[in-house]
């Protein structure tokens, strides 16, 4: 029983990571085309640096990701305090609409957003890109960040008023601290949703300026550049260090707990 | 002391404020620029033309391959999903991170290079036909069918049933399965009366979450369907950038957000049935 478990996940995780291995290689392989190997090569990674469309689409990825988060998380905590005072009616009413982007089709969102930007006069481009972006991350920065506003305790916060807080050093001291695990969560999701939104990007873009993701659908019908292959298995490395951190630190954390919770008990 | 408190932070609901205005501006008006452009002519008289020509035979069967596609991968995500979920559930407290760690990271890599990579797999002369004419068996045609489009739903939309599942099995308690156990149910049993009706929400929202993205996508469709295989996505997008139909566009996303809502009240129908069973002593 034990062997066929093991073997299913093993199965599972064959299937995840086969295009994932597959992508490797091909920033490896020295033929241009895509299924045909024809030795190995770095070129790929060291052309990284002189491509100009993946710069500029790299540049643009981090700065609408990094921008539209900020606002995201900025607008989802004033709404999530704002809500604390909120009748249970209107909060729900808030919540339902801020999962609307979230529930609905991305393509549907897209083109909404796209008819809208129209209909208003804008021009396509980074700006209406960047609008755009928010709407996708504001669901889930609110996900992570309501419910901490929502169980917070006034105590603290009143009681550093009744000590002669303004209301914003009180904010400051006392509300920020409490809720910065919540921010920073939604910080990162939202500038994965941003990095990682094709659909959305796709219909609200107009033409002559790119993300990653338009920029490796825009190669695909020529022949994506393997370099792109190489940005995303360094990307991927990336990643697997950072969870590889992750893991580490919270081993040490656990360990250091049941320490504390063995001390106690002695 | 409690009246003066609540008087104090009253104040800060208009906090809100801005949220309101930002959700009538960028969430709520967009969708009625969909209907408008839906159901006006050019000149802005209402008319249901464009609904009418997606009944027409085409529109049609691209829906119902793309609702039987968007289906099939849901049920295959589910099938895979669970038995998956049940495994992690067990190790839990053994190597439960590590394990974890392994189903999300892939979730990091472009989805549209990974798609590609499967174009690279399952192509004529792809990896799969390699590893088979190696093996001296016959090749399989997979490319620009369904079946690749498929396997492509079930790749990138497999750890959205995974997430949603895995919270709602772990959270079973494992007094109620070793009571099931203890009172002679063998193992079928218990998976059919007791952890399927105890993971209904999971089930329900991470089908809901694999159903729609996988309902609408035209990514996946395009890259391993060659164009061969029109579904609704597919059909929106070339309205919309290729034969610049906005309002023929618009009235098939009328049509997809039908779907949605038929979705979201499913969601909200099974929550609240959780709800209304936690409430009872």
């Known amino acids: 029983m034990e062997k066929l478990k093991n073997t299913y996940l093993g199965a599972i995780v064959l299937f995840l990571y086969a ?173 994965a949703m941003s990095a990682d939104d094709f659909i959305v990007t796709y219909f609200t873009k107009g033409a002559g300026i790119n993300t990653l993701t338009t920029e490796i659908y825009a190669e695909l019908k020529l022949g994506v550049h393997p370099e792109m292959y190489a940005l995303s298995a360094l990307f991927f490395c990336g990643v697997l260090v950072f969870a590889a951190l992750l893991m580490v630190n919270y081993k040490v954390i656990r360990r250091y707990r049941e320490a504390r919770r063995g001390e106690m008990a002695a | 002391m409690n009246e003066r408190l609540s008087g104090r932070l009253a104040s800060h609901s208009f906090l809100a404020l801005p949220f309101a205005l930002w959700a009538a501006l960028f969430i709520v008006l967009p969708l009625f620029f969909v209907l408008w452009t839906g159901l006006t002519d050019g000149a802005g008289h209402f008319t249901l033309e464009h609904l009418s020509t997606v009944l027409q035979i085409e529109y049609l069967r691209a829906l119902g391959l793309s609702a039987t596609l968007a289906l099939l991968s849901t049920f295959i995500c589910l099938v895979l999903a669970y038995p998956l979920c049940l495994i992690l559930r067990e190790r839990k407290e053994r190597r439960g991170l590590l394990v974890f760690m392994l189903f999300l990271l892939p979730l990091w890599m472009n989805s ?83 952890l399927l009706p105890l993971s209904l929400p999971g089930i329900v929202s991470g089908s809901t979450m694999v159903f729609i993205p996988a309902l609408t996508t035209f990514v996946i469709s395009a890259l391993l369907g060659g164009n061969k295989v029109l579904l609704v996505g597919n059909i929106i997008e070339q309205e919309f950038t290729a034969a610049y139909d906005w309002q023929l566009g618009s009235a098939l996303s009328m049509v997809l957000m039908v779907f949605i809502i038929l979705n979201i009240l499913l969601e909200a129908f099974t929550d609240s049935g959780e709800q209304g069973r936690k409430g009872r002593p």
């Not at chain 1, 770095?42 to 539209?68: D, P, R």
């Not at chain 1, 960040?145 to 169980?151: C, D, G, M, T």
């Not at chain 2, 798609?115 to 792809?126: D, P």
Request: net charge negative; hydrophobic share 55%.
């Open chain 2, 112 to 194: 549209l290079l990974t798609t590609m990579a499967w174009q690279t797999i399952m192509e004529k002369h792809g990896i799969i036909n390699m590893l088979l004419s190696a093996l001296e068996l016959p090749e399989v045609h997979l490319i620009n069918t369904p079946a690749a489009i498929v396997i492509g739903m079930v790749y990138n939309f497999l750890p959205y049933m995974v997430l949603p599942l895995y919270v709602s099995i772990s959270r079973i308690d494992e007094s109620i399965i070793e009571a099931a156990r203890d009172l002679g149910a063998n193992h079928f049993q218990t998976l059919r009366r007791v």
């Open chain 1, 19 to 191: 295009p994932i291995l597959v992508l490797i290689a091909q920033s490896f392989n020295a033929s241009r085309y895509r299924g045909q190997w024809t030795g190995f090569t770095l070129e790929w990674y060291e052309g990284l640096m002189e491509s100009e469309e993946i710069a500029a689409a790299f540049a643009n990825t981090l700065t609408i990701g990094v921008t539209s988060a900020l606002l995201a998380t900025l607008l989802a905590l004033v709404t999530a305090l704002g809500l604390r005072q909120m009748g249970s009616r209107g909060r729900m009413l808030f919540r339902g609409l801020s999962n609307v982007p979230l529930l609905n089709a991305d393509i549907v969102t897209g083109i909404s957003l796209m008819l809208l930007f129209l209909g208003l006069g804008l021009r396509l481009g980074y700006d209406t890109i960047l609008l755009a972006h928010i709407v996708i991350c504001l669901p889930y920065a609110m996900l992570c960040i309501l419910p901490q506003v929502l169980s917070m305790d006034d105590v603290c916060y009143e009681a550093a008023r009744d000590l002669g807080a303004g209301p914003v050093s009180a904010f400051r001291k006392v509300i920020l601290p409490e809720l910065l695990p919540a921010i920073i969560s939604a910080f990162l999701l939202c500038f």
